[in-house]
């Protein structure tokens, strides 16, 4: 059976490009009891509330008419963000050379955090100044943003 987040990502995908925009990412997690259903949206030069409107009506009644959670679930589209995290190999490719942070599940050399430029990803291995971190040991990773 395919995963909800696949589902809701080939229902969404033509009403966000059709708003302007690309999908970024789907999640559908469990917080504090109640399951959410994000869209993650992208768009150059920034995405508006305005944009997450416009994707947010449509695709909320093609879920509605598509049904495909059970649960009951909570809605929500927003901006990828500027410290968007990086899953999928279309992601780190898009970001490549780009300053980024890993966080690994346990420290390396002292620490569990690193930032630096994102210089390659293979099979979920991530290189970052030329370092590389295995999959297995990567946590997260997102775009940097500096203040």
């Known amino acids: 059976m395919p995963k909800v987040t696949d589902v809701v990502a080939q229902l969404a995908a033509p009403v966000v ?4 925009c690309t999908l970024w990412d789907v999640e559908y997690v469990k917080e504090a009891g109640e399951w959410y259903l994000r869209l993650y949206i992208d768009k150059e030069g920034g995405v ?10 449509p695709v909320s009644d093609l ?3 598509a ?10 589209v927003s901006s990828a963000g500027l410290d968007r995290a990086l899953k999928k190999p279309e992601h780190f490719e898009k970001c490549m050379g780009q300053q980024v942070d890993v966080r690994l599940y346990r420290p390396q050399d002292g620490q569990k955090e690193f ?5 390659g ?27």
């Open 17 to 20: 490009e059709g708003c302007g």
């Open 48 to 57: 508006s509330i305005n944009d997450c409107e416009a994707v947010s009506r």
């Open 63 to 65: 879920l509605d008419e």
């Open 67 to 76: 049904d495909p959670i059970p649960d009951s679930y909570l809605f929500e």
């Open 115 to 119: 930032t630096g430029a994102l210089t």
């Open 121 to 147: 990803y293979q099979d979920g291995d991530v290189l970052v100044d030329g370092r590389r971190f295995e999959k297995k040991d990567v946590a997260q990773v997102r775009l940097h943003v500096t203040f």
